[in-house]
């Protein structure tokens, strides 16, 4: 007869086993980040963007202040009236010069100016192989229309990719997909570099005012305090105006203002942290200041300065931008997000895409960072597994 | 006892600052005194609140003590500074009331246990260090396997015998337990103060052993002292203090042990505690226990009573006595 209630077999060993296989922090960390698509693709478009912004400029037969003055203002994609000879095409541009185009969209000349018919509101430029030929750009109405020898309008249009410059070129005539490239590398080193000074001087700042505790943190804080009340942007700038301009000044604007804010974070974390028994034990173990520091105190914070300085990553983006967009950043010819934002603001009417494109960058930018900042909160920490 | 007692406490006192209150202070731990002599235990019992554990902090000084004298092997150690101290904390371990709480969860165990060896720089070699961890592993019956593992990964009972594994591997001399049971379900209570009891065997240990409940200290302790608001009111031999407890304080708390066998019921008709621990910001005059005391007299109102032998290593804090 079976007995109902025996015991179950278990030998010693096999009672205290643990199922689950052991992972390091790392690997654990990773398996969770990876489980959620918005962190993942954060991550991605981090990745992507920083292969264009390193390895970018290098593929680029352009560099980011080369110009052409003759095919400035030409958009990603255009409309070109079909020319008279087989094969070409004519894109007038904002400023009312006329280039010629093949039909693969390569850009190829602008036409030569022939005579300027200023009483018939009209100007003739000469084309064909050896400029043999002649077409009129009609200006009497709103919006040019061209004309060819017989004065009889060049009705038929195509929408053509621009095949030379594939996002098109500025105001100046310069490729805005290398200069892009050049202004992510600035704001991607901006935030990295602005982001680890200021993880390690808020982290080590905040964490041993905390540990300290009474008149040492009093003291502390309220230099954060000083620091914090005078406005960022203000302070960034006067900092900016004193050091020499470029890149350099901009970090180190940067890095000697937003660590307040994680100083304040890590701080807060500790002075919770340090009543938890666990502290306690390693005190009564004999673990120096250094070590319960280090190995206890800011680990056990990790997660919220991870998220602290993701969150401090789009910002100081967005303050390079901005102050290279009133134009204390950097210097041009150089290219910045912001910079290029600026300098698209003149023709924004007639050329959009200038805006636009430098705009997206930054947008993509600070939602990579965001995704990638929520995801590693919530997969760094490992109450969250059960 | 001859020789001088492993650890000694004289008028312990601790006190802390009330914000916004004035100078008026916390009595937390106010004049306590006992022994604890090589290879012994004293059970340390009172309901929440009484000063227990802010009596072992102030000992191993996670608190700076206000006054009294806290000695170690002879040697005073009240007013060492903390690097002085850290030769001494060697002979001195602690073990925490919440295994969730007093390990670091970003810690593997094998970090856990080897702190104190790093701290101390104990471990000769990597390997010497290993080598001791993983035995202290097997020592508190865990395997080689958890050493890799973190701390969320196992049960309360495992956690425990990690926090053991810890506050024994520099082979301490006194290890104060502050209610290392008191989180765990009964089943694994008796495995972990069997535990205990063995390796004081084995090892020679001396225990400060704080619990809120007296049947378990029974077992474990040699002696057993009671506290109530931050005052030590009984102290004795362990058998003596179940078999004729003095103190009404601890009269009630026995009366307070639930009995399995209804029937059996002898001190049920002793009355239980009732009434709220008053504040120990400003503890009653006199005796502290009268207001909830149901022998109180004018007397315990306006004298506070000593803590006086009455024969046989008893001593207790009561006029009526």
Known sequence: MSQPWARAAAAGADRERIAATP???????????????????????????????????????????????????????????????????????????????DDQGRLLRQLPMAQDLFMEKRVSYRCGPQDEGLVYLDYSAAKPALLDEAGNPLAATRVLWNRTYLLGTDHLGRDILTRLMYGAQISLMVAFIAAAVNMVIGTLYGGIAGYL???????????????????????????????????????????????????????????????????????????????????HLIPNAMGSILVTATMLIPSAIFMEAFMSFIGIGIAPPMASLGTMCNDATEALRSSPYQLFLPALIICLIMFAFNFVGDGLRDSLDPQLKR | MSETPLLQIENLTQHFPVRGRGHKVVHAVDGVSFAIGRGRTLGLVGESGCGKSTCARSIIRIYEPTSGHVRLDGQDITRLSQKQLLPLRRKMQMIFQDPYASLNGRMTVRALIGEPLRAHGAAESRRDEEDRILRMLEKVGLTREHAGRYPHEFSGGQRQRVGIARALILRPELVICDEPISALDVSIQAQIVNMLRDFQQELGLSYLFIAHDLSMVRYISDEVGVMYMGQLVEHSPAEDIYAHPLHPYTQGLLASIPVPDPSLARLQDEEGLSGDLPSPIDPPPGCRFHTRCPHATGCCREEAPALRNVGGGHAVACHLV
């Open chain 1, 23 to 101: 992972h390091s922090f790392g690997v654990d960390v990773w398996l969770r980040f990876a489980k959620k698509p918005t962190a993942l693709a954060g991550l991605i478009a981090v990745l992507l963007l920083l292969a264009c912004a390193l390895i970018g400029p290098s593929l680029s037969p352009y560099s980011y202040d080369k110009q052409t003055l003759s095919l400035a203002g030409v958009p990603p994609v255009f409309t070109a009236v079909v020319a008279p000879e087989a094969g070409r095409y004519f894109y007038i541009t904002p400023n009312q010069k006329i280039i010629e185009v």
């Open chain 1, 213 to 295: 505790g009474g008149r040492v943190d009093a003291i502390m804080m309220r230099v954060v305090d000083i620091i914090s009340t005078i406005p960022l942007t203000l302070y960034v700038i006067l900092i900016k105006v004193c050091l020499a301009g470029g890149l350099v000044g901009i970090i180190v604007a940067l890095s000697s203002v937003y660590w307040v804010d994680m100083a304040r974070v890590v701080r807060g974390q500790v002075l919770s942290l340090k009543q938890q028994e666990f502290v306690l034990a390693a005190r009564t173990i004999g673990s120096g200041t250094r070590r319960i520091l280090l190995t």
